[in-house]
């Protein structure tokens, strides 16, 4: 028929045109020479801001300050949701639509590095935590600067601890699962603790073990995986056992509200969270439940290390008012307006010297956060990584409910990480 | 039926039909009215007992920060005219082709009309990506075109109307066209006002997808006075670690009422339209 | 037959086109017809078509997001992405699962589309608005809501193992199951989906003539036979628009798994779409654009076999 042989004919043409037109150039490495600097004076026009759920609501009124010190420039802030803000990135780069600067999750740093300014030698960051500053590096280039930092550690009911023979946080791995079985069985909760099952992005949340004995994810030039590990194998072996052992659960609700529930009402009193998590704690609990709880770094087995995430802030290479942009991002990394903006959100400031002031250096909780930043790490800033993540979410996900052995499930993973590559 | 031969077992057939129906009906409505009922609890009953009905607390809260605090009818005003307009012009441009579709006869007809069908069957996601780079390159990102026109040809209207129209006696279309009309009056004139039971339909369907959309007008909009409703239900109801969920439910309600309202509204309409489609 | 056919030589008309009067006027109607078209044609070419172009191009290199600055610059890879897929033992996961909610969910929620259909049309009168919208309202619901409700039904603890314990079986834990977490959701999507189809069913049972019911009970029929034999072979279009849309829905599968399970246990409630979803967001577009296009030619090919089996036998 006519119009089958005419539909086939404009297909075999488009596919010619594309393979003509298509071909990977031979260019090697991307040359991003050294930025230029940033010009002196004050800001001036109009800058782009791109922030993601409460920070883009409470920004407007902040910048109000940078707008009276620097007369003539106008900060624009659009707030986008966090639900698919990823996609949002990833269009608006495409479509050459972007701001001037961006909140960035230091998870998608390497996903979008290919688009951001690197940062100028004038911009000082040597007051921020080494761990927030290794998520701004990509490629051997720096791109941006953190804005404010994020971590895990492990919460935990005091009164219940008490109850169970642990007035103070356990020091050791050994002791930490001691204190999880006392609970269990001195102070009658249902479960130790509540540990992520596998599945989306329960591997990120195993991270503070695997590091902690010493284990790392890729070798020292970053140019291979190394997840096929003896002590990576033992701190999986470690997870894993919470859920042998009856006293982390393998089914674990993940509806809304659920570990909030069920650490108020003490049936799994430790749980790991951020230290936004606070907020939630405090509302699901109501008056009074702030001193029923408490906070600790993670035990120690080779070290007590955690994971650091929080937000950068990038400026974009298609920026249209660069150096204003780049004087808005140092202005927001100043230790003042950082502690300012930790009143104003309770986002934990990137600044080491903005921890002095006593809102920070007061609160017993915060003072641990502050402890256990001083040993972070980030996962690897490389466009492979959340690939390589999610193969992991599956293997951990076996590990646990399964029961697959960590050493076997870790070789399947090295193979896969192997094959995705390290996306160079 | 038999309700010509035995009126008392008809009678309690009909009962037992009713009694499971209204069993049925509560128990589909439920999820609307947890959704209403949470509206009203407060974020921390919320957290606290998650699977509770009645709030223990009830509070107005959650719907007074969408309107004062948050500017929720900013957002009603541009997804009603983002939905009023998709919907209008589906309607027109819809019912235009499918009259030369089902009425005239043109080279390349079934070409067209197959072309269209076949977008049908193709999942939305895959074309996000190049759509988005076509419409920043013709400089409409962050305008109400961008919102609209990607959704303003829609291949189901084309196929709705083309069906209905293929029922029109051409008798009817012949008789005018011999009295010296045009087409386009005869379009407007004759076949559009026949065509009531598809073009309700339509404007349902095309409402309530563009009512719900999310990730196009997230994805085409630059700056909040462009964000539809379901936009701004997730930016202010998401956190990057939490969600408000007293706001997100409160939201909901607001997103669900007027398209509940329609339907109630436009229903008769709506199974008429359905019927005089393609059921031939 | 065109219209210069019909028009007596008398008329007005008849002189115009004196040579060839079929084929100038049938110029001009085509032209007509086209500029009819021409609305949709244009916004449809620019807004689906073009994209669905480039994307489909697009499948056949190993284009990924960072490639979006300089299109041109990516491999033709050709078929290899395609084949890729089917290597993929995620893939095939999710081919199985999608089929799974096709074969066996389609099915179930005509059966209770059906089923409600035919009780809102034996003759009840009183709130048939509220059965009508009350059915419906699932079809609109945020997914959130729904999800929501449901877990609280399936929990290990819920609404459903409660009920079950009345009567003395001890349910499982529905959602954490590899084996039971799919079937729960296809549930859950027949219960979304039952309004629309019991919208298109009820129009299509008041096509059914009443004379034909009312000449079979008088030949002595019952009810069911009169089901059987009568209304299911006039409901045969209707039914095969209703399985047809089923169809393009549940093949693309993906916002309950995504809300109630995340694609888990153990990828068991993992749908193709939830695969490209994925893959789009790892940033490999030509990849999910390959993943794409072989579940857009699933669709086509279940839909011409559906009209094929069900079509028309008049």
């Not at chain 3, 969910?105 to 035919?118: F, N, S, W, Y």
Request: proline content about 6%; charged content about 15%.
């Amino acid at each position: 028929m006519v119009h089958r042989r005419t539909c086939l004919g404009a297909v075999l043409l488009a596919g010619m045109l594309v393979a003509a037109g298509c071909g990977r150039g031979d260019d090697g490495s991307t040359t991003t020479g050294p930025a230029a600097p940033v010009a002196s004076g004050p800001a001036s026009g109009t800058i782009t801001l791109w922030a993601q759920g409460a920070e883009g609501e409470k920004l407007p009124a902040m910048v109000k300050q940078f707008e009276a010190a620097n007369p003539g420039v106008k900060v624009e802030v659009t707030a986008i949701p966090w639900d698919a803000a990823h996609n949002k990135y990833q269009t608006a780069i495409a479509g050459g639509t972007t701001p001037d600067v961006a909140q960035m999750g230091t998870t998608w740093m390497a996903d979008f590095a290919t688009a951001f300014d690197p940062t100028p030698g004038g911009v000082d960051t040597s007051g921020m935590f080494d761990g927030a500053k290794g998520a701004t590096q990509v490629n051997g280039a720096t791109y941006g600067v953190p804005w404010y930092v994020d971590t895990r550690v492990i919460y935990y009911r005091t009164d219940l601890a008490a109850k169970a023979g642990f007035s103070s946080p356990p020091a050791t791995w050994d002791d930490f699962k001691a204190m999880a079985k006392a609970l269990q069985t001195k102070a009658g909760t249902k479960w130790g603790i509540n540990l992520n099952p596998g599945g989306a992005d329960s591997f990120q949340s195993a991270l503070p073990f695997v590091w902690s004995n010493g284990a790392s994810l890729m070798n020292a030039d970053n140019s291979k995986w190394t997840l096929d590990t003896p002590q990576l194998a033992d701190a999986l072996k470690f997870y894993q056992s919470f859920f042998a052992e009856g006293i982390a659960d393998k089914n674990v609700s993940t509806a809304a509200g659920a570990r909030e529930a069920a650490f108020v009402n003490g049936s799994t009193p430790m749980l790991i969270d951020a230290p936004s998590f606070i907020g939630q704690l405090n509302q699901a609990g109501g008056a009074g439940f702030g001193s029923k709880y408490g906070v600790m770094r993670f035990p120690k087995q080779q070290s007590s290390t955690s994971f650091v995430g929080g937000s950068d802030l990038v400026v974009f290479k298609k920026a249209k008012n660069r150096d204003a942009a780049w004087k808005l991002v140092q202005w927001l990394s100043g230790p003042k307006v950082q502690t300012d903006w930790y009143k104003a959100t309770g986002d934990l400031p990137a600044v080491e010297s903005a921890w002095d002031d006593p809102s920070l250096s007061g609160d017993p909780k915060l003072k641990v956060f502050k402890d256990q930043l001083t040993d972070v790490k980030s996962p690897p800033a490389n466009t492979a990584w959340t690939q390589v993540s999610a193969a992991a979410d599956t293997q951990l996900e076996r590990i646990v409910k399964s029961g697959t052995d960590p050493a076997a499930a870790l070789k399947a993973l090295q193979s896969s990480a192997d094959s995705i590559g390290t996306g160079a | 039926m038999s309700v010509i031969h035995h009126p008392r077992r008809a009678a309690r057939g009909r009962a037992w039909i009713y009694g499971a129906l209204i069993v049925a009906v509560t128990a589909t409505l439920l999820p609307f009215a947890w959704m209403l009922l949470g509206s009203f609890k407060t974020q921390g009953e919320l957290l606290r007992d998650p699977n509770g009905w009645i709030p223990r607390a009830p509070t107005l809260d959650n719907y007074t920060r969408w309107f004062a605090d948050l500017g929720v009818e900013q957002y009603f005003l541009t997804s009603t005219v983002v939905a009023v307009v998709t919907v209008l012009g589906n309607l027109l441009f819809c019912s235009m082709i499918g009259y030369a579709l089902a009425k005239m006869d043109f080279p390349g007809k079934r070409l067209l009309f197959l072309l269209v069908m076949v977008t049908l069957m193709v999942p939305g996601v895959v074309t996000f990506v190049p759509l988005f780079v076509m419409v920043s390159k013709l400089g409409l990102v962050n305008t109400y075109p961008a919102l609209i026109l990607p959704y303003l040809a829609s291949p189901l209207g084309v196929f709705l109307m083309r069906q209905f129209m293929l029922g029109i006696p051409d008798s009817l279309l012949e008789a005018a066209r011999i009295d010296g009309a045009g087409e386009s009056r005869i379009f407007a004139r004759i076949v559009l006002p026949l065509c009531v039971p598809p073009l309700a339909t339509l404007a349902i369907l095309t409402f309530l997808t563009s009512w719900n959309n999310f990730l196009w007008p997230l994805v085409a909009a630059q700056s909040q006075d462009r964000y539809t409703l379901p936009v701004a239900l997730a930016l202010f109801s998401q956190g990057q670690n939490a969600t408000d969920y007293g706001l997100l439910l409160a939201g909901s309600v607001l997103v669900i009422a007027p398209i509940v309202a329609l339907f109630v509204f436009l229903q008769r309409f709506f199974i008429q339209g359905v019927a005089s489609t393609g059921i031939k | 037959m065109t219209i210069a056919d019909t028009i007596p030589a008398g008329t007005a008309r008849a002189g115009r086109d004196p040579v060839t009067p079929g084929k100038a006027a049938r110029r001009r109607r085509g032209l007509v017809a086209w500029l009819f078209a021409l609305p949709f044609v244009l916004i449809f070419g620019v807004f689906m078509l073009m994209p669905l172009i480039s994307s489909f191009a697009m499948s056949f290199t190993d284009f990924k997001s960072s490639d979006v600055q300089d299109p041109f610059a990516v491999n033709f890879v050709g078929l290899d992405q395609y084949a890729a897929l089917f290597t993929n033992p995620q893939f095939r996961k999710s081919m199985i699962n999608t089929g799974i909610v096709v074969f066996a969910g389609i099915p179930l929620t005509m059966a209770a589309g059906l089923a409600l259909a035919v009780a809102l049309n034996s003759g009840i009168t009183r709130l048939r608005t509220v059965f009508r919208v009350g059915f419906y309202t699932p079809v609109v619901t945020s997914i959130v809501a729904v999800a929501v409700v449901w877990r609280f039904i399936l929990q290990p603890d819920g609404l459903l193992n409660t009920m079950l314990g009345w009567i003395g079986v001890s349910g499982p834990d529905w959602l954490n199951s590899t084996s039971l977490a799919l079937p729960s959701l296809i549930v859950m999507t027949a219960w979304r989906n039952m309004g629309t189809l019991m919208v298109i069913f009820l129009a299509g049972l008041q096509t059914v003539p009443q004379e034909v019911h009312e000449a079979a009970m008088v030949d002595g029929a019952t009810p069911g036979q009169r089901f059987r034999q009568i209304t299911l072979p006039m409901l045969r279009p209707t039914l095969l628009l209703g399985a047809v849309l089923l169809s393009v829905a549940y093949l693309q599968f993906f916002e309950e798994s995504f809300v109630m399970t995340k694609g888990g246990p153990l990828d068991s409630t993992l749908s193709v779409s939830y695969f490209t979803y994925n893959q789009f967001g790892f940033g490999k577009y030509g990849f999910a654009s390959a993943a794409s296009y072989l579940l857009f030619a699933a669709i086509a090919l279940l839909s011409l076999a559906q009209f094929r089996a069900l079509r028309s036998r008049d």
